[in-house]
């Protein structure tokens, strides 16, 4: 063999190997725009980004008065889940396995009826749907097999995460300056969380004092519409709504204020929507 050859061989070997380890690390379709490279889906509205990457981590990022992006470090995440069921009634959140992802639709800057589908630790495998509806962002899904996982019940979730809008700002405030911790206390109280249940009532829920978010006086029955506003929103507002068959609950890590940072999971209910058609709408006003 000649040396040109070997050399042509072998470098058609790395190509082949590399080629082989990329499709072995599946994942969603890229957009190929500079600006969104790395994203399988993204909707550009007036009032909010919203960003699907090609690993499926979800984000929605408010836009303030001038129409720019309030910023990554206010940004509400999604994420797609199964949740397991413990015996003692203990939730366990396996988490998306990005190699798994797949979807035969190409990545999009105008998502209608979009799907894709993967695995989570265990192979539970799911399937997801995403599509812009009137201005906000249609989300659901449902279990497809549980994969290893049949020991326990298994349901397919979608999870927001709305982050501590202020930071550490709050403390440093109370540590510094009496006149401003007084002046935070007093811009707090402007934030508002509101929830609707779904038996059509309403309540206001506290975000200053420290709180279990799971709890009943929150949750009631389940949730069917949530809005929270915080001043560092630039009087944006988020809106959640579950359809028809479908709920929303508040959780936290440990019992302490709201505007600290927070959960919301959407879940279906399977039993009465086999056909997967609810879902949670996301929107930015």
């Not at 349901?155 to 202020?166: D, G, K, L, S, V």
């Not at 068959?245 to 936290?252: I, P, Q």
């Amino acid at each position: 063999m000649s040396v040109s050859n070997f050399k042509v061989g072998f470098f058609t070997a790395i190509i082949i190997s590399l080629a082989g380890e990329f499709t072995a690390k599946a994942q969603l379709p890229s957009l190929d725009d500079r600006k969104w490279v790395g994203n399988f889906v993204v909707f550009d509205s007036r009032n909010f980004e919203f960003t699907l990457t090609s690993q499926g981590k979800g984000k929605i990022c408010a836009k303030g008065k001038k129409d720019v992006p309030i910023g990554d470090r206010l940004a509400v995440t999604l994420e797609f889940l199964v949740q397991e069921t413990q015996p003692d009634g203990k939730i366990i959140t396996k988490a998306i396995r990005p190699d798994s992802l797949e979807s035969s639709q190409p990545a999009s800057l105008k998502p209608k009826d979009i799907t894709f589908r993967g695995k989570v630790i265990g192979d539970a495998e799911f399937e997801a749907y995403i599509t812009e509806d009137r201005g906000a962002i249609s989300v659901g899904g449902k279990l497809l097999n549980p994969g290893t996982l049949t020991k326990n019940p298994l349901r397919f979730a979608i999870r927001a995460n709305f982050p501590n809008p202020y930071g550490d700002a709050k403390g440093k405030a109370a540590e510094n300056d009496k006149a401003a911790a007084k002046k935070m206390a007093k811009t707090m109280q402007k934030d508002r969380l509101q929830v609707k249940w779904i038996d059509a009532k309403s309540t206001k829920v506290d975000l200053i004092k420290p709180v279990d978010a799971s709890n009943k006086e929150i949750n009631g029955p389940g949730i069917a519409a949530f809005s929270v506003e915080f001043s560092t929103y630039q009087d944006k507002k988020y809106i959640l709504i579950a359809s028809e068959n479908s709920s929303m609950g508040l959780s936290n890590t440990t019992p302490k204020p709201l505007c600290e940072g927070f959960a919301v999971t959407w879940l279906a209910d399977p039993v009465k929507d086999p056909s997967a058609k609810s879902r949670l709408s996301v929107d930015v006003k």
